[in-house]
């Protein structure tokens, strides 16, 4: 069973930076689209990015909220996908987690971003 780590989370002030990374137990990423999903507290879990590696290339999808601001990418040798964040907000602020698109795999821990001034 693959299973999921995240890290890099953490706490960053409004306007900055923070790069989240997710690493798989094995090679996942030339089978599946992935993705970045976040989760508050009472809310359900957001899908922010999504990664697919096609033959014709990567293409990279986002939702209008973090357009512009976050970058996802993945390092296959490493079975790792990263997760850019630039100019972060405080809605911004949940717990990350990585999983397929269609979150096929069971979830990992996640990783813990806090922005405050």
């Known amino acids: 069973q693959v299973q999921l780590v995240e890290s890099g989370g953490g706490l960053a002030q409004p306007g900055g930076s923070l790069r989240l990374s997710c690493t798989a137990s094995r090679n996942i990423f030339s089978l599946y689209a992935m993705g970045w999903y976040r989760q508050t507290p009472g809310k359900e879990r957001e899908l922010v990015a999504t990664l697919a590696l096609l033959n014709s290339g990567p293409v990279t999808i986002y939702p209008d909220s973090v357009k512009g601001r976050f970058t996802i990418s993945a390092d296959n040798a490493k079975n790792t996908v990263f997760l850019q964040m630039d100019n972060l907000k405080p809605e911004d602020a949940a717990v990350y987690f990585c999983?397929?698109?269609?979150?096929?795999?069971?979830w990992g821990q996640g990783t813990q971003v806090s922005v405050s001034p």
């Open positions: 999983n397929t698109k269609t979150a096929t795999i069971p």
